[in-house]
């Protein structure tokens, strides 16, 4: 909570204009007082909140950030929501219903968009689109989606939410046949992220050199993992091996989990586009 407080006073002062020493005057105490607040070192005494709410011309329990508390645990428990099997219909209300309530909080933006993608079986109709990965989506929301991706982009600085952000951007111009839009928000991704994209958005002998690059990039990770292990002296040689042994049975799994998707990714294919129209 006083976190909470302490934001609170240093917004709705720059949101009014007014200074440090402004309020002070209007409260009769010293600007180091206020200063401490805003600086989460302590808390006004609770004689002085109607007037302090009075000054910033707002309730008291917006003042502390009552209201702000509220709203985070909501969104959090939205977020947290757990989901069983053939529950796309229940996501897509829930996150319609959280973006109404919380249009611009960039986290439910950012699952409102996703949640566009599922589609409640037997609501099909015809506007999905197939793609070559074996992704299936909902064709006619796509323009609101990129519309979001954009002003999540616009504005927000969290890393972790841009990142999601930017793939679902490229890969929504993907499924919509816009290939250079979709590379130019792959463009933008952290390395990994961007070369996985775009071995998806290109063809031929400049796929498979993106595929290259991208299956590099993955192997000097694992290769300064493994050294930094390898120098760290507390580590013991018992667990060393168990970290080789791992990433060997990992490196021959892959291999042949990914030989099995190919051989049968064409016949799943098939059988996914027949149950929709079932």
Known sequence: MNIIINENLKNLRNAKGTTQDDLARHLGITTQAVSKWERGEGYPDITLLPALASFYNVSVDTLLGVDEAEKEA??????????GENSDAEQRADMEAAYREFPNDYRIMLR??????????????????FRTNGYLWYMEDF????EISERILASCTDDAIRESTLLGASLFC????????AKAYADRLSEIERLTQLVFLTHGEERLKTAV??????LSLVTRAKLAVWQDSEI????????????ANGFEQLEKITDEYIETAEAQTLEQIKQMYE
């Open 213 to 218: 690059q991208a299956v590099a990039q993955c």
């Open 112 to 129: 409102y968009s996703w949640s566009r993608t599922l589609f409640p079986r037997g609501q099909e109709g015809n506007g999905i689109r």
């Open 236 to 247: 013991t040689q018992e667990r060393r091996k168990l970290l080789s042994d791992w990433l």
């Open 74 to 83: 909501k969104i959090n428990a939205i977020l947290l929501k757990e989901y």
């Open 143 to 146: 323009d609101e989606m990129i």
């Open 174 to 181: 993907e499924a919509k046949g816009e290939i250079e839009r």
